[in-house]
């Protein structure tokens, strides 16, 4: 829906807002539970949020949040409204969706999130076949951790994102955020110095992970996680010698001779400082996704996105 904040009058004209802009204010409210949360995913001032819900609780005569310690969250009469007036607003997408496609090509703002090790392969060529396949479509493209783009998702600041998963999914079934499609499979390494022994061979079986000191993301993460479990049921003493939370950082401490790292296969240009062995029996592997928010209208313009992406991870 952010694509309705546009003031200028040609974004105006592309973008029809077909429903008042405070009841979509509203509903941005609703999906972060905080005003000011709700100010910075729609762009605007956060004084210009509180003014558009002041006005509704105005014209309904009635209280819509009540503030708490962490945000605000919906009274009875907003629970009462909620459903109605998020029905209206998928309906009212779905017609400007018409309205700006009558011509046949996809229009409007698609927001895309990319994993760091995501972005050279495709915010360049994303952008580049986008203007070149989908001139009515203007992308807007962020970077971030999995989990900092799974919330994003969750919240409706981004229309899509492409983010990790541990466990395999089905293609095209519902993970957290909504429907996602399977890009690629990363197998996991045990990564350390060259030239250790213990990795000449290029592959380990998971037992041989039993005492080695390991760098690995700290709890919650998903991946630790699952090593903690895999390590139950294989019996194995796991010793985890540091907690770092991105694979950057896992192959910094490994090429400073800090432990093992388990992640994915190093870049390329790290092959002076790092060797790697891919872990088998069982072999592990994480997935890498295009996951859709729940939040956000799925438009002709954010399918068209997401076909480009799917394709270009096809020719990957």
């Known amino acids: 829906m952010d694509t309705c904040f546009r003031s200028d009058?040609?974004?105006?004209?592309?973008?029809?807002?077909?429903?008042?802009?405070?009841?979509?204010?509203?509903?941005?409210?609703?999906?972060?539970?905080?005003?000011?949360?709700a100010a910075a995913a729609l762009d605007m001032p956060q004084s210009m949020v509180s003014r558009h819900i002041a006005q509704l609780e105005q014209q309904c005569g009635e209280r819509l949040f009540r503030r708490t310690g962490r945000g605000v969250v919906l009274t009875e009469v907003g629970e009462q409204l909620l459903p109605r007036i998020s029905e209206l607003a998928a309906g009212a997408e779905r017609l400007a969706d018409d309205i700006r496609s009558v011509r046949g090509q996809p229009v409007g703002e698609v927001m895309v999130g990319l994993l760091p090790a995501a972005v050279a392969r495709y915010a360049g060529p994303l952008f580049a076949a986008a203007r070149a396949q989908l001139p009515g479509v203007r992308l807007h493209l962020s970077e971030g951790a999995s989990a900092q783009l799974e919330e994003h998702l969750r919240e409706g600041r981004l229309d899509m994102a492409i983010v990790l998963r541990e466990e395999a999914q089905a293609g095209g079934t519902a993970g957290d955020t909504g429907t996602e499609d399977l890009l690629a499979r990363m197998p996991l390494h045990v990564v350390g110095l060259a030239g250790d022994p213990l990795l000449a061979a290029g592959a380990l079986p998971f037992s041989a992970l039993d005492g080695l000191p390991l760098v690995v993301p700290g709890r919650p993460h998903r991946l630790r996680a699952r090593l903690d479990r895999l390590g139950a049921e294989h019996t194995l003493r796991l010793d985890i010698a540091v907690e770092v939370d991105s694979a950057r950082l896992q192959y910094e401490v490994a090429a400073a001779g800090g432990g093992y790292a388990i992640a994915a296969a190093p870049p390329p240009g790290q092959e002076r400082r790092l060797a790697a062995a891919r872990i088998i029996s069982p072999m592990l592997e994480r997935f890498v996704v295009l996951a859709v928010s729940p939040r956000r209208p799925h438009t002709r313009a954010t399918r068209a996105v997401q076909r480009l992406i799917r394709a270009m991870a096809d020719r990957m």
């Not at 040609?10 to 802009?21: D, K, R, V, Y």
């Open 9 to 37: 009058t040609a974004a105006q004209a592309a973008n029809p807002t077909i429903i008042a802009l405070r009841w979509l204010v509203f509903l941005r409210v609703v999906a972060v539970g905080s005003l000011s949360k």
